[in-house]
């Protein structure tokens, strides 16, 4: 057992150092064990090793999958197709029944390595690696902390062909149960697919802290007494962890998180123990885990391909055909004769939850030995599903609560015979490993344990599964919420299900290069995954469908919608187009999507809609083709954007929102997902669309808001924060859209990051107003200026977010040489203006800080030198820099060359010579000169939105005094450089969507 030990100069060490009862390790499937803190889940040290998963890469196909939290295996495939199956025996037990060779000349060779390493407790470094050959060791750090380390390797050899069919390592670190009187406070809720780590006190249901590992956990430790301890984890998926966090009243104590929902009429109470196929590396793997009845789950029998039966046609004495590793098998011609991408599609559809897969039958393992170490009650006799239902209900310990039920299979054991020959049993086992792999061709492994460390866990777990159900009824029981209202085109999860869209890229129906895709299809989800490939598979591939104008093929799908939404690749009247297919119950959403379609896509940044079409089952809307989403545009690395820069792209977004808000027209769900880049054009050019308008809202004529009564609008993460709190009094406007594309903006501009955070805390952390732009320095002008407007954008109060007019306005968007115009324009205006004038003043207010302190000493020599010889300049003005770079722009040509050479060229590089020493220069004057909006010098570069809230502002209501008062903008008494002016907030009114024409 692992010792923490301090360091004796004699050799290994004596006396005992406790480990801080602080530390909980955490093993993840990436072969790393992270030490990290108990109360806050951060991360202390930790120690990298190999993958707990080691298989080969040259297996065409996949036929085992290992449960990395178990040791359970997972067939995929078998003789009658039955996708896959919980079979009875674990790789440690084939690698203690090794070696032995079955009747076909397979060879079964399994080896078991132990390894210690020797861990300095403080830093986490690794000092020497202990084997069976070591001597001695020196001890150069005083305390030291012993890991033991299992590797089990099983080998599979065809002396026939004389080739290597299959080997894989897998490692496990050495550890034991808590006692049965062990008190464990906490318990820890991992997501599956992911490293997301959700710790709860188990007396109160308080979210103690979350943590991402960034791959999957497959083991927690604790440090007892003389070495690690396991501590029983639930797997669970994604959206359920956030489902109940976001149900726990007492969240908000511990995490800052705030619950901000309505109460839900039928709460989402009841739990289902499903089957999480995932991938790491090349390799699938297999593990238990809990949904809520929001989460999609794919049903059985939906796994895997038709296959054809095996050649052989020898029997048994029950008349069943017998596959034995020498059978041929073979499959489908046509799948064969198709691509390899093709012939794996299926596979790539099994990552997400499944419903629970039977046990093999138990003649696969009757004549097992009572000298083979396994579960006691693996193997369940052949019964119906109700049947098995029905027990399980009676096995299960009863829940204290009726609110909450975990459906699971019970297990049921039966005696095993122990006059069975053991030759007999190794024939029956390769027979049926090798077979297996014969039909579908890759396998993963996974963790097991002693026989007695296999009971002790199974006991530990079942009641650890009972007190669970306790915790989650009690995360339930405080304020429950209601999921939104899915409306077509939405998905449920937008960060979850962005895996799953990578992961269908790789099938047949995406090329390399270029992905086409439509509105609202890159929305997929894990029960469309699983069957989007067998939609049309009794179809042939060369028939195609025709409704009406509009022709597809089944079997070119680009995506999926939610509500059951298809996306194919068609053609109308010769030109290549997405069509959607749309089911019955969503007809309304349909027809409402296409009527706002109608009116709005004239403009070239919103996606174009062709033509309507319907038959006895479905509807069909024939929308423009496009290349990616703005997904793929920010996070692909070798995406071609053919010269559409970030900023372009933004910029046609927004053009597009703005004429959707000209048109009263609430989008309500704007996202990378909805946003899309077109094809190229003819001269290879392309521009981005906004698209999905399945939750779009057309606001009545007279009104400029939206009722919450029809749900809650929007993908979670994106959702502005008025939209779900109960503290707004006023119903959402136009200014939800342009949150929504402010977190787009700073998700473009930090290639991928949220200004909210993480997907678990984002929106919380949205109802809160806690965002982070860490990604824009400071002290650099492009990202002050983005800045500036993103923060507008987020802002909590609706009122105070920009109209998407004043967004395109904004100077994030204008060009070198219209920033130097408005420079130019800004000197001339002020030129003869009083120095204790009203502009002058605003203008100058902080302007210490922005030119920094003497703007002469951060100039170049040459430029210094130059400005002498003419006239004076104040150091500390703003108003003397910008008329000094009026003037040089003036006479740029008759200045010395070298003065020249060193401002460069105009305009952008004379521009960038001064924003680049000056950051703050461009927004501070922007700000000050808010005060000049309504005259004709600025009408470029202000909204008509600001110029009429200016105008307001300059004109006092009448009073005693207020006819004789001057039309000056309240100041701001602060000096700092980034305050800005007390000048009229502008953007939308409360009342909603309003636009302005002078």
Request: glycine residues 6%; hydrophobic residues 35%; proline residues 7%.
């Amino acid at each position: 057992s692992g010792r923490v030990e301090h360091a004796s100069p004699g050799g290994f060490c004596s006396a005992t150092v406790s480990l801080p009862e602080s530390l909980l390790f955490v093993s993840t499937l990436d072969g790393n064990l992270h030490a990290v803190s108990k109360k806050s889940g951060a991360i202390k040290w930790t120690l990298k090793e190999d993958p707990v998963l080691q298989v080969p890469t040259h297996v065409a196909e996949p036929a085992f999958l290992p449960d990395p939290n178990d040791g359970s295996l997972y067939s995929l495939g078998g003789k009658n197709k039955e996708g896959l199956t919980k079979l009875p025996f674990t790789i440690p037990e084939l690698v203690q029944a090794s070696p032995c060779r079955s009747s076909d000349g397979v060879l079964y060779m399994g080896k078991k390595q132990d390894l210690w390493y020797v861990v300095d407790l403080l830093t986490g470094e690794k000092q020497q690696t202990l084997t069976s050959s070591f001597a001695e060791m020196l001890c150069p750090s005083s305390s030291l902390l012993y890991l033991g380390r299992t590797e089990y390797t099983i080998t599979i050899y065809d002396t026939k062909s004389r080739e290597l069919r299959w080997n894989a390592t897998y490692s496990d670190y050495a550890s034991t149960l808590p006692d049965d009187d062990t008190k464990y406070k906490v318990a820890h809720f991992v997501s599956n697919g992911d490293g997301l780590v959700v710790t709860v006190d188990s007396d109160s249901g308080d979210v103690q802290w979350v943590q991402n590992y960034n791959s999957p956990v497959v083991a927690m430790y604790i440090w007892q007494r003389e070495g690690l301890r396991k501590v029983p984890h639930t797997n669970v998926a994604v959206e359920t962890l956030r489902y109940l966090t976001f149900m726990s009243g007492e969240v908000g104590r511990i995490t800052q998180w705030k619950y901000p929902f309505p109460k839900e009429n039928k709460p989402k109470n009841k739990f289902l123990a499903t089957l999480y196929v995932g991938k790491y590396s090349t390799s699938l793997y297999a593990s238990p885990s809990l949904v809520h009845d929001g989460v999609t789950v794919v049903p059985r029998g939906r796994t895997f391909p038709m296959l054809e039966g095996p050649d052989s046609q020898e029997t048994d004495e029950d008349k069943e055909c017998v596959i034995t590793p020498s059978t041929s098998v073979k499959f489908n011609a046509a799948l064969r004769e198709r691509n390899r991408i093709n012939f794996m599609r299926n596979y790539l559809l099994l990552i997400g939850h499944h419903e629970t897969p039977p046990e093999a039958h138990k003649k696969i393992l009757e004549k097992f030995p009572d000298s083979f170490p396994r579960h006691q009650g693996n193997v369940i006799p052949p019964t119906t599903d109700k049947i098995v239902e029905e027990k399980g209900n009676d096995d299960v310990p009863p829940s204290p609560s009726p609110k909450t039920s975990i459906q699971e299979p019970a297990i049921i054991g039966r005696t095993v015979r122990s006059e069975a020959p053991v030759d007999s049993m190794l024939k029956d086992m390769a027979t049926i490993i090798f077979s297996t792999f014969l039909l579908a061709g890759w396998v993963a492994f996974m963790i097991t344990y002693p026989k007695s460390v296999h009971k002790q866990q199974q006991l530990q777990h079942q009641e650890f599964q009972r007190q669970m159900e306790e915790k989650l009824e009690l995360l339930q029981r405080q304020q429950p919420f209601p999921a939104a209202d899915v409306g077509l085109g939405m998905a449920p999860d937008g960060d979850y299900l962005e895996g799953a869209h990578n992961r269908y890229e790789c099938s047949d129906h995406s090329s390399p290069n270029v992905t086409p895709r439509a509105s609202n299809h890159s929305n997929l989800s894990v029960s469309e995954l699983g069957s989007s490939a067998n939609e049309h598979e009794d179809e042939e591939d060369s028939n195609t469908v025709r409704v009406g104008n509009v022709t597809f093929r089944p079997r070119e799908v680009l995506g999926h919608g939610a509500e059951g939404t298809i996306v194919y690749k068609g053609q109308f009247d010769n030109r290549a187009v997405a069509v959607k297919r749309i089911l019955p119950e969503c007809f309304s959403f349909a027809d409402r999507e296409v009527q706002l379609l109608r009116e709005s896509d004239e403009h070239p940044n919103v996606i174009r809609y062709f033509c309507k079409e319907r038959d006895r089952q479905f509807q069909y809307i024939a929308i423009e083709l496009c290349a990616a989403s703005l997904q793929e545009y920010v996070e692909r690395k070798d995406f071609d954007r053919h010269g559409l820069e970030p900023v372009m792209l933004l910029q046609q977004t927004m053009s597009g929102l703005a004429h959707l808000h000209s048109l009263n027209i609430v989008h309500r769900d704007l996202k990378p997902h909805n946003i899309l880049v077109s094809m190229p054009n003819a001269h290879g050019r392309v521009r981005a669309m906004i698209s999905d308008f399945g939750l779009c809202k057309k606001l009545a004529v007279g009104r400029h808001s939206f009722s919450r009564r029809s749900g809650v609008p929007g993908t979670e993460g994106w959702i502005a924060p008025e939209v779900l709190s109960e503290d707004c009094k006023d119903n959402p406007t136009c200014a939800v859209d342009i949150f929504s594309a402010g977190c787009v903006f700073y998700y473009v501009v930090s290639q991928g990051s949220h200004p909210f955070g993480k997907s678990l805390q984002r929106q919380a952390n949205i109802l809160l107003g806690t965002y982070s732009l860490d990604h824009l320095q400071t002290d650099k002008h492009e990202d002050i200026v983005a800045r500036d407007l993103i923060e507008q954008m987020v802002s909590m109060e609706p009122h105070r977010r920009p109209s998407a007019e004043s967004v395109l306005k904004h100077p994030f968007f204008w060009s070198l040489e219209k920033e130097l115009q408005f420079f130019q324009d800004v000197s001339d205006r002020i030129e003869k203006e009083p120095l204790d004038g009203p502009i002058v003043r605003q203008l100058e207010r902080g302007g210490r800080a922005v030119v920094k302190a003497d703007w002469r000493e951060h100039i170049t020599v040459p430029l210094q030198t130059d400005l002498r010889k003419f006239r004076s300049y104040k150091g500390g003005s703003v108003r003397d820099l910008l008329r000094a770079m009026r003037n040089k722009k003036h006479h740029y040509r008759e200045l010395p060359v070298e003065v020249q050479e060193t401002l460069g060229s105009i305009p952008d590089d004379f521009v960038s010579y001064f924003t680049s020493r000056f950051p703050h220069l461009l927004m501070h004057t922007y700000r000050a000169m808010r005060t000049c909006v309504s005259e004709r010098l600025f009408l470029p570069y202000y909204s008509t939105a600001e110029q009429l809230a200016a105008i307001r502002a300059q004109c006092p209501p009448p009073g005693p005094h207020g006819q004789n008062e001057p039309c000056n903008l309240p100041t701001d008494t602060s000096s700092s450089s980034s305050s800005q002016p007390q000048v009229p907030e502008v953007g939308y009114p409360t009342g909603g969507c309003w636009n302005i024409i002078l």
